[in-house]
């Protein structure tokens, strides 16, 4: 059981470059998480999935977009990289029923120069 | 829209002392609230939850919930060196669609 696996750990993307940054779960979660973390905040919810083919929009959507086609993916796509987007971004999942605990993966820092 | 609001830190305490961390929340029908702890460049980890007023304790740790006064408090008590950390408080929806984070309270646990 990996649980949640994030790629890459680390990115340098130029202004106006684009990537994605992947997330994968193997718990068979239906919630999907993307934040991101300022140096020195806490945590803000980018979009988030309550199942495939689900997606809604956190408190701070823009500049990004998602997909959630399978169950156990949800990868985040920045379009047109700024430096506000310099962050660390964490994925996390959690079951439909059970335990209300999120499980996160290991995080994606992200610098935009 | 819900808020978490947490001490502003940092906070230091000496070895072996108390530690007390507070968390204050908006919405008044949250149930359940939680207790993360992230070590510098890792990912939040859970280390309490509490549903019910009063108090839950689990080793050197025991979070305080009080739903009337929409606060929660997290003691560690014989702080050591390895609790330093950022604190987190979250406080998940009904729906558990959208937890909200505070904004965290770094505690220094001084040797």
């Known amino acids: 059981n990996a649980g949640v696996t994030q790629t890459p750990k680390f990115r340098i993307l130029k202004i106006g470059q684009s990537m994605t940054l992947q997330c994968t779960q193997d718990?068979?979660?239906?919630?999907m998480y993307w934040y991101r973390q300022d140096p020195g905040m806490g945590l803000k919810l980018i979009y988030y999935?309550?199942?495939?083919?689900?997606?809604d929009k956190g408190e701070v959507p823009n500049g990004y977009n998602v997909s959630r086609s399978t169950t156990e993916d949800f990868p985040l796509r920045l379009e047109l990289a700024a430096p506000s987007q310099t962050s660390v971004y964490f994925c996390?999942?959690?079951?439909?029923?059970?335990?209300?605990?999120?499980?996160f993966g290991a995080g994606s820092r992200l610098t935009v120069l | 829209q819900k808020e978490v609001e947490q001490n502003s830190g940092p906070l230091s305490v000496p070895e072996g002392a108390i530690a007390s961390l507070n968390c204050t929340y908006s919405?008044?029908?949250?149930?359940?609230f939680f207790w993360y702890r992230q070590y510098s460049g890792k990912s939040p980890e859970l280390i309490m939850s509490?549903?019910?007023?009063g108090d839950k304790e689990d080793g050197r740790f025991t979070a305080q919930l009080n739903k009337a006064s929409q606060y929660v408090s997290l003691l560690i008590r014989d702080s050591q060196p390895s609790d330093s950390a950022t604190y987190l408080c979250?406080?998940?929806?009904?729906?558990?669609?959208?937890?909200?984070f505070g904004p965290g309270t770094r505690l220094s646990v001084l040797p």
């Open positions: 718990m068979n979660h239906n919630y």
């Open positions: 919405d008044r029908v949250s149930q359940s």
């Open positions: 996390a999942s959690l079951p439909l029923s059970g335990a209300n605990v999120l499980t």
């Open positions: 979250a406080v998940p929806p009904p729906d558990g669609q959208n937890f909200v």
């Open positions: 509490i549903y019910s007023n």
């Open positions: 999935s309550v199942g495939a083919g689900i997606t």
